[in-house]
């Protein structure tokens, strides 16, 4: 066996049998608890409580399932009731512990200290129309706007004149819109700070899922769900690092943390990308556009969440222009600019 799994098991065994002697001790104290895990793997042990947090959220539906089919009549329509939500019992396990390794993996990468960035109001600015050091990769000037492109469907990303302030700090307000068929199905503000050293950080968004259906009279988009929406400073959550003032290969940094919710995390995979450097780099990347944005400083990054385990996608940046392209290297789908208002280059965009 190997040994990173040898110690993610022993770490769950000796996390989980801490965790079920506190919860039987009526008596213990929150300094009792806040003590795990004792060998102050942080980061691995935050992983550990998520595994156990995933396999109890879905027992209530599990047992709610089969009550549900208990009350079904007919004898061969209640046995594949019965089938289909063991069968989703188990899909839903698996994915609980693919989570954990994913999570685990990250703590190899970050290492297991706590995660409670600094953020403080005095780190960041709070005019945007005069930021002190304007990131190159990340315009948050008040105006701009990007189109993508992508097989059925189109998102328009605005900076709005709006700001709003979380835990103190002055975020600028980022709407994003994707459309489908001409329709609205997801709208998207997100809040974004930006830190007088030129990092860009994430401290949340307001999600809004569409959806139309067959049938509805007039047929419009209804809002359906809000997953994803968190907010730094509610229920735990704290802020992200969307992209580095100065970038350096290797580097992985969270961009999000809303546990259970939201856990994006990026690796910078290239600070110096040009078509025909990396083999790699250039799949499914149209060389037309890499020859008109990259002349050899575009940086490439790998991003990812354990919420989605073996879900990739790359991005690249353009100086001046920010994000220009996604790509999703196992199925190929590519996501590319079609226009913004950023650079004069968006104006001959091939």
């Known amino acids: 066996m190997p040994l990173t799994t040898s110690r993610n098991l022993l770490t769950l065994l000796f996390t989980c049998v801490s965790l079920a002697v ?8 929150s300094a009792q608890i806040d003590d795990w895990p004792r060998n102050r793997r942080y980061c691995t042990g935050t992983a550990t409580a998520m595994f156990e947090s995933c396999r109890s959220q879905g027992e209530p539906d599990y047992w709610k399932a089969v009550a549900v089919c208990s009350n079904v009549d007919d004898d061969e329509e209640r046995e594949d009731c019965f089938a289909d939500i063991a069968e989703e019992r188990r899909e839903a396990s698996r994915l609980c512990h693919a989570q954990m390794e994913a999570r685990h993996a990250l703590c190899d990468a970050l290492g297991e200290d706590r995660y409670d960035p600094d953020f403080e109001p005095s780190q960041f600015d709070n005019d945007f129309n ?3 050091l304007p990131n190159r990769y990340y315009p948050l000037a008040i105006g701009s706007r990007w189109m993508f492109v992508a097989p059925n469907e189109a ?6 004149n709006k700001t709003k302030l979380v835990e103190g700090v002055t975020c600028i307000v980022v709407n994003d819109k994707v459309s489908v068929g001409g329709r609205i199905v997801e709208d998207t503000n997100d809040w974004i700070a930006q830190s007088r050293e030129g990092d860009v950080y994430y401290c949340g968004e307001e999600v809004q899922d569409r959806e139309t259906f067959a049938g509805d009279v007039p047929e419009e ?7 994803g929406s968190f907010k730094t400073g509610r229920d735990g959550d704290k802020p992200g690092i969307l992209f580095r003032s100065a970038p350096v290969r290797g580097e992985v940094y969270r961009q999000e943390f809303s546990l259970g919710n939201a856990e994006d995390v990026a690796e910078v995979l290239s600070t110096t990308y040009a078509f025909g450097r990396d083999p790699e ?13 990259c002349p050899g400083d575009c940086v490439v990054t790998k991003e990812y969440t354990p919420l989605e385990p073996g879900v990739v996608e790359r991005k690249y940046y353009a100086p001046r222009i920010g994000k220009f392209l996604e790509i999703n ?6 996501v590319r600019l079609a226009g913004c208002n950023v650079d004069s280059r968006c104006d001959v965009l091939p």
């Open 22 to 29: 506190l919860a039987l001790d009526d008596g213990a104290t």
């Open 281 to 293: 780099l250039d799949r499914f990347v149209p060389k037309a556009l890499a020859d008109l944005l």
């Open 130 to 132: 005069r930021l002190t």
């Open 221 to 227: 988009p209804e809002l359906v769900s809000i997953d």
């Open 329 to 334: 290297p196992e199925t190929g789908n590519v």
């Open 155 to 160: 998102t328009t990303v605005e900076v709005l």
